[in-house]
């Protein structure tokens, strides 16, 4: 009982951490404040190369002083990087509040995923991870909707008003229980432990690189390219929050994903999910009508709110060493390699056309398909030589 105050608590912390008021408009803001597009993508590359580099050693960190510690640290972090974005106003300042922000998710990553997994039965993870992404949902959806209303004042008030629920999520992560047990030295692993260590599964680099993949080409015209998509198709700027408020009812899809995985089976729904990602993706680069576009980002936005549940258990239960936030670093360290390498292929192209950009990202989800398949074909040939080995 006393470990399901865990999924509560960070149920709540990502709720409130989903008040990002800003959201709707964070490209706007940054323009309003002297930064190009092309330097949005700059310091997005930047910020995904530096959670590469913290990334294992907070791993390593969390997993000798655990996860509440490493939380409650990273969470401050998280806090004090939106006090930096809201006194931000250039390149260097903006910058400087990605390299905050990269020590602090770098630390949450694969640590608050950790907590969960380890406060729940495996069979209750896929739920756990769904509610938990679901939580954030709401916060957004309600921050979306206030946006509206206070980005008619002053674009800088949203930023201000985020800061207020960062700073609560902060306090309450004390209260969090650490599920987090000793190793013992000899059960240690260092840094190049952990990656010797994927030699075991070679099929969970594959299914990382894809995710990885899938995430930033998503992220990129979700969150970068759909405001630049927004003004081209004639919507006007005071709607955007009302938009994102709707583009978060998609997102809630995650809290049912398990249902729909226990249906189809996990193999099934991905795929559709990314074949879903890629069609909308195309068909964002031709049409032009607002209600198309809106609809096309609804459906990109659904169907990877769907894969962010499962991706997570898949990726803890290919893990069967003590040192789980390590290998969890780990996966997320190899990701950011690919994750930077598609931000600066997107922000290049970003620099020719907006079309452009989003036909590189609509690549990406077809590279990232591939690599689906590949990691399923593996998956299901070791399942059945371990069957095979079992009847013997």
Same mark, same amino acid.
């Given at each position: 009982?006393?470990?399901?105050?865990?999924?509560?608590?960070?149920?709540?912390?990502?709720?409130? !951490?989903?008040?990002?008021?800003?959201?709707?408009?964070?490209?706007?803001?940054? &323009?309003?404040?002297?930064?190009?597009?092309?330097?949005?993508?700059?310091?997005?590359?930047?910020?995904?190369?530096?959670?590469?580099?913290?990334?294992?050693p907070w791993g390593y960190i969390a997993d000798r002083i655990g996860y509440k510690k490493t939380l409650v640290i990273s969470y401050f972090m998280l806090f004090f990087s939106q006090v930096i974005f809201y006194l931000a106003h250039?390149? &260097?300042?903006?910058?400087? &509040?990605?390299?905050?922000?990269?020590?602090?998710?770098?630390?949450?990553?694969?640590?608050?995923?950790?907590?969960?997994?380890?406060?729940?039965?495996?069979?209750?993870?896929?739920?756990?991870?769904?509610?938990?992404?679901?939580?954030?949902?709401?916060?957004?959806?309600?921050?979306?909707?206030?946006?509206?209303?206070?980005?008619?004042?002053?674009?800088?008030?949203?930023?201000?008003f985020t800061i207020i629920p960062y700073c609560i999520s902060f306090f309450l992560s004390f209260f969090l229980l650490d599920t987090h047990v000793k190793i013992e030295k000899e059960e240690q692993i260092g840094f190049i432990d952990s990656f010797k260590s994927l030699r075991a599964n070679k099929s969970i680099f594959i299914f990382v690189i894809s995710v990885a993949l899938i995430s930033e080409s998503t992220h990129s015209v979700c969150v970068f390219l759909n405001q630049p998509m927004y003004l081209r198709s004639g919507i006007n700027m005071k709607y955007f929050g009302l938009i994102n408020a709707f583009m978060q009812v998609a997102c809630l899809l995650s809290a049912r994903a398990y249902k729909m995985n226990e249906k189809i089976g996990t193999k099934k729904l991905y795929i559709a999910l990314i074949s879903m990602i890629i069609v909308a993706n195309i068909a964002l680069i031709y049409i032009k009508s607002w209600i198309l576009v809106v609809a096309m980002i609804?459906?990109?936005?659904?169907?990877?709110?769907?894969? !962010?549940?499962?991706s997570s258990t898949i990726q803890n239960r290919s893990i069967n060493s003590p040192n789980r936030a390590t290998l969890l670093s780990t996966y997320a360290m190899i990701g950011d390699v690919f994750a930077s390498f598609s931000n600066l292929m997107v922000g290049k192209a970003s620099d020719y056309s907006l079309n452009i950009a989003i036909g590189t990202c609509a690549v990406l989800?077809?590279?990232?398909?591939?690599?689906?398949?590949?990691?399923?074909?593996?998956?299901?040939?070791?399942?059945n030589k371990n069957t095979e080995d079992f009847g013997c």
């Open positions: 009982m006393k470990k399901n105050r865990n999924i509560f608590l960070l149920c709540i912390i990502d709720f409130l !951490q989903g008040l990002v008021f800003y959201g709707p408009v964070a490209i706007l803001y940054r &323009q309003s404040r002297g930064i190009s597009l092309n330097d949005i993508f700059i310091i997005e590359t930047i910020f995904v190369i530096l959670i590469f580099l913290f990334e294992v250039s390149f &260097q300042g903006f910058l400087l &509040q990605r390299l905050i922000l990269a020590i602090s998710s770098a630390g949450i990553s694969g640590c608050d995923s950790a907590l969960i997994y380890s406060s729940v039965e495996d069979k209750d993870s896929n739920k756990a991870f769904g509610y938990y992404n679901a939580a954030g949902t709401v916060g957004y959806f309600i921050a979306s909707l206030g946006s509206s209303l206070i980005v008619s004042h002053s674009l800088d008030l949203t930023v201000l609804f459906l990109i936005e659904g169907a990877f709110a769907i894969t !962010q549940p499962l989800n077809i590279l990232a398909f591939m690599l689906i398949l590949i990691f399923f074909q593996k998956k299901d040939r070791r399942e």
